[in-house]
């Protein structure tokens, strides 16, 4: 068979593509206020694939201005919370109900594997909307018992913070979409989310369904937009109280500082160099497809991507030549084939960055194991999985964020647990980590000297809507996920009465 017999379309994907889509405002589908649209692209071939209106400070502000109405005014934060997590529940429901469409959606627009999306992006996405759907009627307070003369009865209520701005990336689109909302409507916010311009389509569709879900107009509105325009535009916005960002350790500072006009809350989950540390009594059968998941998995553009590879010397080479047997075997195709096991990365920008970093790599003398080229000749953004050796902690390819399918492997010299800890911290970030060895304890031992939000042993990149995720250091602010997010979407106040 060849591609073209192979890749079938969802009919309700290609119709949903066929037609540009505008943004989601107080409940109704609009026009940018300037009329513009930009293109968004394949990345399996670099063509047009849809177009996308274009929201700017204009369209940020109106929906703001909504959303703010539905805060202060609407239905939605002062009905009953079983209500509230009925709607939630709803709408997973409803995506749920149009799976495979939102998997073409996210494999067209992100270019990753349709049958990765089917099996990780879409179900996540729902379990986290049905998670947190529970939380609505879980999100209580506590009495104190207080020591001032008198006698008193004292209380805590947790009240949503009100109407909070949500950026988020291509990475996982509609995943991404699900992190930020789901808590924010459990808790009883209203919502302006804007979309990454690169991967808007999914986004967008799931605001169709809010309203099919019967959540109120004005609780959720989704532009579509750039960062430097309608991103910055609400981060800076005096309408909203706390502004959740989801994207680069640049962009994430840049958002500390708009947010301090009005000192909107902030939560941040930003960029990582996951290291992947291998120690010698590790199971290596199970270490070198586990190294090479973690740093291959949706082309390595993950924030908790394992890119640091560190094997104990004893098995260094056996583990480097696991990897890259691994790495060789992977099948880069467009996103819709079902033989394809990796797609493209997302956009021309990263496909320069990505090549950018093997190229300074090599240049600063790593070694190129396998991989290091570009992966087709078609147009498409497609890049092949590497293994580097031969890397040391001053090159940029160690300390950067790459974003791509590129590891860095590094035997570890040293068997003392400090020492290993030591190099696995030797990072700005911390985000998350894994650690593959038969001995619990030195496991454990390990995992507590890690300076980073989730440790991984044994395993890596297993995310549950129940495990706080988020990062020490430059990493990022605040917790996503399990029941730690809902302290990012709500306001303690303590309430004293005199007996
Ligand atoms: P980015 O941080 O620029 O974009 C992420 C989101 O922020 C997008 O929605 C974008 O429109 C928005 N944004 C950009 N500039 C903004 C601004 N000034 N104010 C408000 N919002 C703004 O990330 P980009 O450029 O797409 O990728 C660059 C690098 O960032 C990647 O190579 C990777 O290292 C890192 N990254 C990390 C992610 C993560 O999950 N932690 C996700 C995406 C990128
Ligand atoms: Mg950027």
């Known amino acids: 068979m060849n591609i073209a017999q192979r890749i079938s379309i969802d009919p ?21 206020q300037s009329g513009k649209t930009f293109p968004v692209y394949d990345p399996s071939t670099g063509e047009v694939l849809a177009h996308v209106a274009e929201a700017d400070a204009a369209d940020v502000d109106k929906a703001v201005k909504a959303a703010r109405k539905a805060f202060d005014e609407g239905p939605w934060p002062r009905m009953s919370p ?18 495979e469409e939102f998997a073409t959606l996210e494999s067209l627009d992100n270019g990753k594997p349709l049958t990765v999306a089917r099996v990780a992006d879409v179900p996540l996405t729902v379990d986290m909307f049905r998670y947190m759907a529970g939380w609505a009627t879980k999100i209580t307070g ?40 789901a808590p924010a409507l459990a808790t ?25 879900a019967g959540i109120p107009n004005g609780v959720v509105n989704v532009l579509a937009g750039y960062g430097e325009t309608a991103g910055a535009a609400l981060a800076a916005h005096h309408g909203v109280d706390k502004v959740a960002f989801t994207g680069s ?10 947010a301090a006009g009005n000192l909107k809350k902030v939560t941040l989950e930003l960029g990582g160099k996951s290291p992947v540390v291998v120690l010698d009594d590790a199971d290596v059968d199970a270490a070198i497809p586990g190294a090479a998941g973690a ?5 390595g553009q993950c924030c908790c991507a394992g890119s640091r590879l ?17 790495a060789e075997s992977i099948k880069l195709g467009p996103g819709l084939d079902p033989d394809t096991q990796m797609g493209p990365l997302v956009s021309d920008e990263q496909f320069q960055r990505v090549t950018g970093y093997i190229r300074s790599g090599i240049a600063e003398g790593a070694e190129v194991v396998v991989g290091g080229k570009k992966g087709s000749d078609n147009g498409g953004y497609f890049v092949q999985p590497t293994v580097l050796t031969k890397t040391n902690s001053d090159m940029k390819v160690v300390r950067e964020e790459i974003f791509g399918p590129v590891v860095c492997a590094t035997p570890i010299t040293d068997a003392d647990l400090e020492d290993i800890a030591r190099q696995a911290n030797a990072t700005n970030y911390g985000l998350a980590a894994s650690v593959w060895t038969r001995d619990i304890s030195k496991a454990n031992k390990l995992a507590k000297r890690i300076r980073a939000g989730t ?45």
Request: charged share 20%; aromatic share 10%; with cysteine.
């Open 12 to 32: 309700a994907a290609k119709n949903y593509v066929s037609k540009p889509r505008k943004l989601l405002i107080d409940g109704a589908w609009v026009n940018a």
């Open 295 to 299: 740093i291959f998995f949706n082309h």
């Open 82 to 99: 079983s209500e509230r997590g009925r709607h939630i529940w709803k709408l997973a429901d409803l995506i749920e109900k149009h799976a």
């Open 188 to 212: 009883g916010c209203t919502i302006v989310l804007k979309v990454a311009e690169q991967t808007p389509l999914s986004g967008l569709r799931l605001g169709e369904l809010v309203a099919e």
């Open 249 to 258: 350790t640049e962009v994430g500072k840049l958002i500390v500082q708009a």
């Open 142 to 181: 506590t009495t104190i018992p207080i020591s001032f003369p008198g006698e008193y009865l004292s209380f805590t209520l947790r009240e949503p913070v009100g109407v909070v701005g949500q950026i988020i990336p291509w990475n996982f689109p509609l995943l991404m979409a699900a992190w930020k909302l």
């Open 455 to 499: 440790v991984w042993i044994n395993c890596h990149n297993v995310f549950d809507a129940s495990l706080p995720f988020g990062g020490y250091k430059e990493s990022g602010w605040g917790r996503e996920m399990g029941e730690f997010v809902l302290n990012n979407y709500t306001e303690v106040k303590a309430v004293t009465t005199a007996l």
């Open 310 to 326: 560190m094997i104990h010397k004893k098995i260094f080479d056996k583990v480097v030549a696991g990897v890259a047997k691994e």
